[in-house]
């Protein structure tokens, strides 16, 4: 099973700040098969990228994602209010498919 | 606008059985493969099981194998879950999630709210 670490596991940033978040895999990740999804306490998750880079419908374009091998990040621009939120990352070239434990960003 | 809606949670014993229930909205379900992810109490997300398109070929994380079942029913836009012989640390919230594609195994591209299951003596 791969395993995917996120560091770090809380970030405390300001409206306006850029971030970048990791997300290291145990062995590498066939084709980049990597996801992100934002989740907000009481809602459902929302899948942001797929593929390492592709956003998804109606996501803005503020959030990138990047990377290969076992290594990923995803970086937000600019954060917004709305932006705060735990992020998983999520890899889908190996079974089962796997979460990273999240990595929580609250209002500094 | 894609909607699932879970219900089928509750408290139950260990060693009891519970089926959860995901009615699916607003996009063509028999032409997705459908998931359950969950997430035990501030735990991170866990996918549970998969199911493809047409329910010829499911999918389930080890730890659950032999005990949960899932199924869908494409006649009424429907995706269960059968929990058999639930332990303590089956407790969690379970979300329905759809696939991009007819077969498991991608990314999840539209979540449910989530319905908590309690294994608790």
């Known amino acids: 099973e791969v395993v995917l670490t996120q560091s770090p596991g809380t970030l405390s940033l300001s409206p306006g700040e850029r971030v970048t978040f990791s997300c290291r895999a145990s062995q590498s990740i066939s084709s980049s098969y990597l996801a992100w999804y934002q989740h907000k306490p009481g809602q459902a998750p929302r899948l942001l990228i797929y593929d390492t880079s592709s956003r998804a419908t109606g996501i803005p374009d503020r959030f990138s994602g990047s990377g290969s091998g076992t290594d990923f990040t995803l970086t937000i621009s600019r954060l917004e209010p709305e932006d705060f939120a735990v992020y998983y990352c999520q890899q889908y070239g190996g079974s089962p498919g796997t979460f990273g434990q999240g990595t929580k960003v609250e209002i500094k | 606008e894609v909607q699932l809606l879970e219900s089928g949670g509750g408290l139950v014993r260990p060693g009891g059985s519970l089926t959860l229930s995901c009615a699916a909205s607003g996009f063509t379900f028999s032409s997705y493969a459908m998931n359950w992810v969950r997430q035990a109490p501030g735990k991170g997300l866990e996918w549970v099981s998969g199911i493809s398109r047409s329910g010829s070929t499911t999918s389930y994380r080890e730890s659950v194998k032999g005990r949960f079942t899932i199924s869908r029913d494409n006649s009424k836009d429907t995706v269960h879950l059968h929990m058999n012989s639930l332990r303590v640390d089956d407790t969690a919230l379970y979300y329905c999630?759809?696939?991009?594609?007819?077969?498991?195994?991608?990314?999840?591209?539209?979540w449910g709210q989530g319905t908590l299951v309690t294994v608790s003596s």
């Open positions: 999630a759809k696939g991009p594609r007819g077969y498991a195994g991608n990314w999840f591209d539209s």
